[in-house]
T-cell receptor, first 119, second 112 residues
């Protein structure tokens, strides 16, 4: 069974540009969550999509946005990049939780991440 | 607001030693707690998931416990090996559809 995949693995951008990151979840998973990891702040939750709808959102500015497609693949977009956006961006997939989905249905499985460097 | 803390931030042990990693959380109303391992520059690997109704989970040489009343979880690694060297992260979930709140991790180094 294939794991979570993220593309691209590495990106170098300059301030002011915008970037789109992609995440393909494990087959059958309907929830995709995005996290930002930096040495100073650690892992911080960005947002979660479930069945093409944003279900949860972290405390990030509106420059960070996302979407999910009908096949559960998700994209994350960051506009007007700042130096502080340099980070490892991780996505995680799960079945999505809920009463009918089983006790382990919200166990999250992570992809390898996209390393974004903003110059 | 849930906060998750992991102490120590770094730990170095000789090969073969049994060790305990600590995780504490401020809000005991968690849905579950998940332990992960992260190798340098890589994503996270799920190790163990403990539901709020459970006291512990075991997988091979790993055992994780959960004490909601005291806001603590521990990850016990038996007979440590150099391949166990990595950063270990714990994360608490507040509801069945809530997001994970992560600690900053414990960087473990197992010396041969």
């Amino acid at each position: 069974k294939a794991g979570v995949t993220q593309t691209p693995r590495y990106l170098i951008k300059t301030r002011g540009q915008q970037v789109t990151l992609s995440c393909s979840p494990i087959s059958g998973h309907r929830s995709v969550s995005w996290y930002q990891q930096t040495p100073g702040q650690g892992l911080q939750f960005l947002f979660e999509y479930f069945s093409e709808t944003q279900r949860n959102k972290g405390n990030f500015p509106g420059r960070f946005s996302g979407r999910q497609f009908s096949n559960s693949r998700s994209e994350m977009n960051v506009s007007t990049l700042e130096l502080g956006d340099s980070a490892l961006y991780l996505c995680a997939s799960s079945f999505g939780g809920g009463r009918t989905s089983g006790r382990r249905s919200n166990e999250q499985f992570f992809g390898p991440g996209t390393r974004l460097t903003v110059l | 607001k849930q906060e998750v803390t992991q102490i120590p931030a770094a730990l170095s042990v000789p090969e073969g030693e049994n060790l305990v990693l600590n995780c504490s959380f401020t809000d005991s109303a968690i849905y579950n707690l998940q332990w992960f391992r992260q190798d340098p520059g890589k994503g996270l690997t799920s190790l163990l998931l403990i539901q709020s109704s459970q006291r512990e989970q075991t997988s091979g040489r790993l055992n994780a416990s959960l004490d909601k009343s005291s806001g603590r979880s521990t990850l016990y690694i038996a007979a440590s090996q150099p391949g166990d060297s990595a950063t270990y992260l714990c994360a608490a979930r507040g509801g069945s559809q809530g997001n994970l709140i992560f600690g900053k991790g414990t960087k473990l180094s197992v010396k041969p």
